[in-house]
């Protein structure tokens, strides 16, 4: 078994940065190396302002930078001088070509493979950290064996997916529910490459909460625990709609169920729906394996779960529309929160995008206010529609004149708001639609707002402009 001194991870970026973060400081013995293509990004992990906001992440990068944690362009000589190879690149949902809109893009995975297998003169563990379709260790051992010119190199590939929460990234990594690690542990090889890996996460990680299994039951779980994550999500969310047509209370019904112990009250927070790079990409391609393999029905039933969440978007939208009197054509509607949750600067499939352009469509002017988010990513992410944009530094300016807000973000901060300032600054009738259900909305109502809060009982206001 190869106690490891040296390891590199390839893909610099909310998985890699963090994650290898961890094992240096967890880890004093191993050199890390954190490689990336990205010029700019590995600059930005060598300077003050890392690319990415995680809490606790700094400080960690602080302590360990340039003692065993490096950051560097240098992918070919960190791979050269790694015993075991960790591969944290992105594997985005294809966009064109055959399975596009469902299937994950493993470019960027076969390039990491490809480069590997050209340098490397010695043996290596590859770990797969990204998520990837079951069974890709296969393909990848291919690519790996095939381009590798040295001869007599072995490749070990072990798939190790990442459970960590962003926003909460370093403390699931300092004390995880469970690492996994997938390898050939039929042969004595594979046994050996699982071990090394096992003995990495020992150094603080206890042994009842690190796991073997297979390969492809490793890269399959990681799939499955995603879709199962947003199935619970999709589900409360459906219960919101019913909630609103019946005068229950989604929150009254989440808890009762969350007592139920087979059910558990974690994840069961209705919203505007689930965001981030994460949800919609894999239980996407979980579908379209399940398609792929002749499983109709299993893949229907996970689409499903996305089509859940798009309905949820719409219906929020078609909310703000209908109570604000059918038209919010020029007026100024505030979005206070732009992440796809609080403590991340991550807005990938954030909600308030397409809620964002749901509103646009409709003529709304939008005034967006994150506390983490960038002016450049909301104009990425928004594309042609920020002609209707407005971003601003401070919340209240945000919601100067504005007709309604929107809380798309749970982000602490609106919570402790000044909503009575907030309501004086505001054009009357002031609306407030709560997405995530953060608000306290009897105060708001006795301030003078008029709430909509997803899952609750409709006030009559809203019921008689929406007629029905
Ligand atoms: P990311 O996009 O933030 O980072 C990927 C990085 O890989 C980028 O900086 C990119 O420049 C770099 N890269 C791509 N090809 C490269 C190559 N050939 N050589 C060197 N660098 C290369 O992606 P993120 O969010 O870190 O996700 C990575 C993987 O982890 C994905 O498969 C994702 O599904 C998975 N994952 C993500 C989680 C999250 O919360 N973001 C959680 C658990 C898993």
Known sequence: VVKVTSICCIGAGYVGGPTMAMIALKCPHIKVTVVDISQPRIDAWNSDELPIYEPGLDEIVKQCRGKNLFFTTDVE???????????????????????????????????????????????????????????????????????????????????????????????????????????????????????????????????????????????LSKLAANAFLAQRISSINSMSALCEATGADVSQVAYALGKDSRIGPKFLNASVGFGGSCFQKDILNLAY????????????????????????????????????????????????????????????EAPAIDVGNGLIEDGARLA???????????????????????????????????????????????????????????????FVFDGRLILDHDKLREIGFIVYALGKPIEPFLRSAEGN
């Open 77 to 219: 000589g960190a791979i050269a001088e790694s015993e075991m190879i960790f591969v944290s690149v992105n594997t985005p949902t294809k966009k064109t070509g055959l399975g596009k809109g469902k299937a994950a893009d493993l470019t960027y995975w076969e390039s990491a493979a490809r480069t590997i297998a050209a340098v490397s003169k010695t043996n290596k563990i590859i770990v797969e950290k990204s998520t990837v379709p079951v069974r890709t260790a296969e393909a990848i051992e291919k690519v790996l064996q095939r381009n590798c010119n040295t001869s007599g190199v072995r490749f070990d590939i072990l798939s190790n997916p990442e459970f960590l929460a962003e926003g909460t990234a370093m403390d699931d990594l300092t004390a995880p529910d469970r690492v996994l690690i997938g390898g050939k542990i039929e042969g004595q090889e594979g046994t050996d490459a699982v071990a090394s890996l096992v003995e990495v996460y020992a150094n603080w990680v206890p042994q009842e909460r690190i796991i073997t299994a297979n390969l492809w039951s490793a890269e």
């Open 289 to 348: 394996i399940c398609e792929c393999h002749g499983l109709t029905e299993v893949a229907d039933y996970w689409y499903s779960v996305v089509g859940m969440n798009d309905y949820q978007k719409n219906r929020f939208v078609k909310r703000v529309v209908s109570a604000m009197f059918n038209t919010i054509r020029n007026k100024k509607i505030c979005m206070l929160g732009f992440a796809f949750k609080k403590d991340t600067g991550d807005t990938r």
């Open 368 to 430: 967006i206010y994150d506390p983490k988010v960038s002016d450049a990513q909301i104009a990425m992410d928004m594309g042609a529609g920020m002609s209707n944009i407005t971003t601003y530094k401070s919340h209240i300016e945000a919601l100067r004149d504005a007709h309604a807000v929107c809380v798309m973000t749970e982000w602490d901060e609106f919570k402790s708001y000044d909503w009575g300032e907030i309501y004086g600054v505001m054009q009357k009738p002031a």
